[in-house]
């Protein structure tokens, strides 16, 4: 550039912090309906059902859209509808996904296992509008405390953190689970984030010294064409 040029400064564009590890947060699909009077499989005392076909569908979009990003790892929670999400990226990328104990769903205590908690809500029942209005797991009796659910959570995010420096992975949860992680990044009331669709990417930039969030419930990849029709706001 000559002298006579002027100093063009382009606009500011974000890039992660050298160190910096990018976690992908991709909810499950779908998992099988609750059928009233019948229990789920557990898996140490939690709900353990697997995908619906519904799910088994959004995984395989999931594994479309990311396949062609640069991702180092993928970790899943010990519940199989994780693993089943993660299993078409996995394919495609022919990486061996880590089962990390720390992401599973917060335990819903005496509302786990026989489909209590979607029942519950569909319901409205007394406690179960509590618990939303208070945003507090541990309004359901026997459930998780908010601190322990926090906390492993946070764990979690540090754990991999430091594994993965200038890396991408692919972390495959739970609605509460990427709802509680998002509310510490942006410390926001605690149920800001737990509406997550199922199939849905959210993108975290983690530092040494904070949490970035950079994208939400992104589901372009779950729907064939982004509508444009005017809909009616009442």
Same mark, same amino acid.
């Given at each position: 550039?000559?002298?006579?040029?002027?100093?063009? +400064?382009r606009?500011?564009?974000?890039?992660?912090?050298p160190?910096?590890t990018?976690?992908?947060?991709?909810?499950?699909?779908?998992?099988?309906?609750a059928?009233?009077?019948?229990?789920? *499989?557990?898996?140490n005392?939690? /709900?353990?059902?697997?995908?619906?076909?519904?799910?088994v569908?959004?995984?395989?979009?999931?594994?479309?859209?990311?396949?062609? *990003?640069?991702?180092?790892a993928i970790?899943?929670s010990?519940?199989?509808?994780?693993?089943?999400?993660?299993?078409?990226l &996995?394919?495609?990328?022919? $990486?061996?996904?880590?089962v990390?104990?720390?992401?599973?769903?917060?335990?819903?205590?005496?509302?786990?296992?026989?489909g209590?908690?979607?029942?519950?809500?569909?319901?409205?029942?007394?406690?179960?509008?509590?618990?939303?209005e208070?945003?507090?797991?541990d309004?359901?009796?026997?459930?998780?405390s908010?601190?322990?659910?926090?906390?492993?959570?946070? !764990?979690?995010? *540090?754990?991999?953190? &430091?594994?993965?420096?200038?890396?991408?992975? &692919?972390?495959?949860?739970?609605?509460?689970? $990427?709802g509680? $992680?998002?509310?510490?990044? =942006?410390? /926001?009331?605690p149920?800001?984030? $737990?509406?997550a669709? !199922?199939? /849905?990417? /959210?993108?975290?930039?983690v530092?040494?010294?904070?949490? +970035?969030?950079?994208?939400?419930?992104?589901t372009?990849?779950?729907?064939?064409?982004?509508t444009?029709?005017? *809909?009616?706001? =009442?």
């Amino acid at each position: 550039m000559s002298e006579d040029e002027p100093r063009v +400064i382009r606009q500011w564009r974000f890039q992660p912090a050298p160190g910096a590890t990018e976690i992908l947060l991709v909810r499950h699909g779908e998992s099988e309906p609750a059928v009233v009077g019948q229990s789920f *499989e557990l898996h140490n005392g939690q /709900s353990n059902p697997a995908l619906a076909p519904e799910g088994v569908a959004e995984a395989e979009r999931v594994g479309e859209r990311l396949a062609g *990003e640069h991702i180092d790892a993928i970790y899943v929670s010990p519940l199989r509808r994780t693993g089943q999400t993660a299993a078409p990226l &996995a394919s495609r990328l022919g $990486i061996k996904p880590i089962v990390d104990d720390d992401l599973r769903e917060v335990f819903l205590g005496e509302w786990e296992g026989g489909g209590a908690f979607r029942q519950r809500v569909a319901d409205q029942d007394e406690m179960a509008v509590r618990m939303f209005e208070e945003q507090r797991w541990d309004v359901i009796p026997g459930a998780e405390s908010m601190d322990a659910f926090g906390q492993r959570l946070r !764990n979690a995010v *540090e754990r991999i953190a &430091a594994a993965h420096p200038d890396q991408r992975v &692919a972390v495959f949860g739970h609605g509460a689970m $990427i709802g509680e $992680i998002l509310h510490q990044a =942006t410390d /926001s009331r605690p149920f800001a984030f $737990i509406g997550a669709d !199922n199939g /849905s990417i /959210s993108h975290l930039v983690v530092t040494a010294d904070r949490w +970035i969030l950079r994208r939400f419930n992104d589901t372009s990849h779950l729907q064939p064409t982004m509508t444009t029709a005017p *809909e009616p706001l =009442t």
